[in-house]
């Protein structure tokens, strides 16, 4: 069900949506990490493989890697000997082994985005048919995932991934949350507004979104369950959409928690008063009010709690 109405922005042009998260280039590896590639599958290392069945030339990781770059001689290539070998190895892996002592998640997009595929501890195999010949990047994890439809996230505690049901593509994507977060208020403030409405906005969009985090319970026709829609429907999630300033208003507002007697609260928001119609409750937030108050000096927690009534920001 439709919780906002009156949605503000336009949707972003092919070039914008291109824009390199928090407006930063990603580096791909530290030198330490790519001297010690050799082309071997040795202990401790993640290993790639050109072929399916573990054959053909090697790429060896011993750390994660946002994105192995297309072009020679700045991409991660594969160095063994056999089928393949000098070939970037962005979206032309087909088999894989973890020789390392922890999970190995390879994913469909860059800067670990996407669908993706674990790898256990010493597991050995092809990559499924979303990932095959479409892996852009993969991490080293430090713990246990969460998997499933539960999150691991609390009314005290921040969710560390949301799943995001990719309509137009027909796909749900367990996204890292605050990377769902910082791809979602660009596409719902405006990028240049006052430092302090995109501010209030990082609030509200990370509150709504940690909200269906605990309690969705939503489940696509087949049965995945997802706890929020990429539409306007939920919020607009587009990956890849980061700009350094709404970037920079997350990151300054992540410790903030808005609640309601104790509680996570469900951030409503929408353009405008006549817009948001019979939410004036105090549980909405007028997108063109926060940056009209922000342009008069007002500070982004006083913007908030001049809309939603009874919170709390810790």
């Known amino acids: 069900m439709s919780t906002r109405t009156g949605r503000l922005v336009p949707r972003l042009t092919a070039a914008a949506a291109a824009t390199a998260l928090g407006g930063a280039i990603l580096i791909p590896a530290s030198t330490a990490s790519a001297a010690s590639r050799n082309g071997v599958c040795e202990s401790g290392e993640f290993c790639y493989y050109f072929n399916s069945g573990n054959a053909g030339s090697v790429s060896d990781f011993t750390g994660s890697i946002a994105d ?3 072009t020679q001689p700045t991409c991660y290539e594969f160095k063994g000997p056999g089928n393949g070998k000098g070939e970037c190895v962005k979206n032309e892996a087909a088999s894989a082994w973890n020789r390392s002592g922890k999970t190995v998640r390879v994913y469909y997009n860059s800067n670990y985005g996407g669908a993706y595929q674990d790898f256990k501890p010493g597991a ?3 990559l499924n048919a979303t990932l095959k ?3 852009a990047s993969h991490r080293f ?4 995932p969460p998997t499933g439809c539960k999150t691991d996230g609390t009314h005290s505690k921040l969710p560390t991934t949301i799943l995001v049901y990719r309509v137009s593509l027909n796909r749900v994507d367990r996204v890292p949350f605050k990377t769902y977060v910082k791809n979602v208020l660009p596409n719902e403030w405006v990028p240049s ?4 409405s995109l501010r ?3 609030v509200a969009v990370k509150s709504f979104g940690w909200y269906w985090a ?3 319970t939503r489940k696509t026709s087949d049965g995945r369950c997802f706890d929020v829609y990429d539409t306007t429907s939920s919020q607009v999630y587009r990956p890849g959409s980061a700009k350094a300033s709404t970037s920079a208003a997350v990151d300054a507002t992540w410790g903030t928690r808005m609640t309601r007697s104790g509680k996570i609260m469900q951030a409503h928001y929408c353009a405008t008063t006549t817009a948001c119609g019979a939410w004036v409750n105090g549980d909405w937030m007028s997108q063109y009010g926060s940056r009209d108050k922000a342009n008069a000096g007002w500070s982004h927690s006083r913007i908030l709690k001049s809309y939603y009534s009874g919170i709390v920001l810790d």
């Open 68 to 70: 192995y770059g297309t």
């Open 124 to 126: 050995k195999g092809n």
């Open 133 to 135: 010949n479409q892996n």
């Open 141 to 144: 994890l430090s713990s246990t």
């Open 193 to 196: 507004w006052p430092q302090e």
């Open 200 to 202: 209030a906005g990082a």
């Open 214 to 216: 605990l309690h969705s």
